[in-house]
T-cell receptor, first 114, second 113 residues
Framework: DGGITQSPKYLFRKEGQNVTLSCEQN?????MYWYRQDPGQGLRLIYY???????QKGDIAEGYSVSREKKESFPLTVTSAQKNPTAFYLC?????????????FGSGTRLTVV | AQSVTQLGSHVSVSEGALVLLRCNYSSSVPPYLFWYVQYPNQGLQLLLKYTTGATLVKGINGFEAEFKKSETSFHLTKPSAHMSDAAEYFC???????????FGKGTLLTVNP
């Protein structure tokens, strides 16, 4: 079955370390997104990509970086510049220019700073 | 510009009672509207969506929502709550060919025995 796979499910980071969260989809979707979720704050967009080798900043891109070298993959790196990285991270994908389609989400990665 | 307001960040109901989660939207063109559900430590799952046609939309797990253009609303209902309905619910909107969704802040539903 097609879907989005996020790994790992749980991730622990030491202060000052960079960590990379994986997101892979086999839905042949063009657009991919990264969201951060904190209690009571809903979903906040970090980065999104419409096409390979192109991506745009969302509302809270500082301290994060992404790449889109393959259509299927959109990894997120949480850098040491992100001062409060403990959160639940969600990856999603969608078809371009199909407004009524909506998003398909992965199962999330919970990142904790130790 | 599109926007979504979910009234009530937390709703508590008794098992067997009516569930009503409120969502109002703002859109300059006819919108596409969605409800997603999120169980603890999981991703979001599509519950139902309105695109065109019938304004009463039925979704999974007995939920339904009605698109009311005059009230710019898309409230989610379920006649009888079950313990397994406890989760966070998100309303979302997009317009026309704008494939990007705008999400509400979410409503946490608690179901009491």
């Amino acid at each position: 079955d097609g879907g989005i796979t996020q790994s790992p499910k749980y991730l622990f980071r030491k202060e000052g370390q960079n960590v990379t969260l994986s997101c892979e989809q086999n839905l042949n979707h063009d657009a991919m997104y990264w969201y951060r979720q904190d209690p009571g704050q809903g979903l906040r967009l970090i980065y999104y990509s419409q096409i390979v080798n192109d991506f745009q900043k969302g509302d809270i891109a500082e301290g994060y970086s992404v790449s889109r070298e393959k259509k299927e993959s959109f990894p997120l790196t949480v850098t040491s510049a992100q001062k409060n990285p403990t959160a639940f991270y969600l990856c999603a994908s969608s078809i371009l220019f199909r407004g009524g389609y909506g998003y398909t989400f992965g199962s999330g990665t919970r990142l904790t700073v130790v | 510009a599109q926007s979504v307001t979910q009234l009530g960040s937390h709703v508590s109901v008794s098992e067997g009672a009516l569930v009503l989660l409120r969502c109002n939207y703002s859109s300059s063109v006819p919108p596409y509207l969605f409800w997603y559900v999120q169980y603890p430590n999981q991703g979001l799952q599509l519950l139902l969506k309105y695109t065109t046609g019938a304004t009463l939309v039925k979704g999974i797990n007995g939920f339904e929502a009605e698109f009311k253009k005059s009230e710019t609303s898309f409230h989610l209902t379920k006649p009888s709550a079950h313990m397994s309905d406890a989760a966070e619910y998100f309303c979302a909107v997009n317009e026309g060919s704008n494939y990007k969704l705008t999400f509400g802040k979410g409503t946490l539903l608690t179901v009491n025995p």
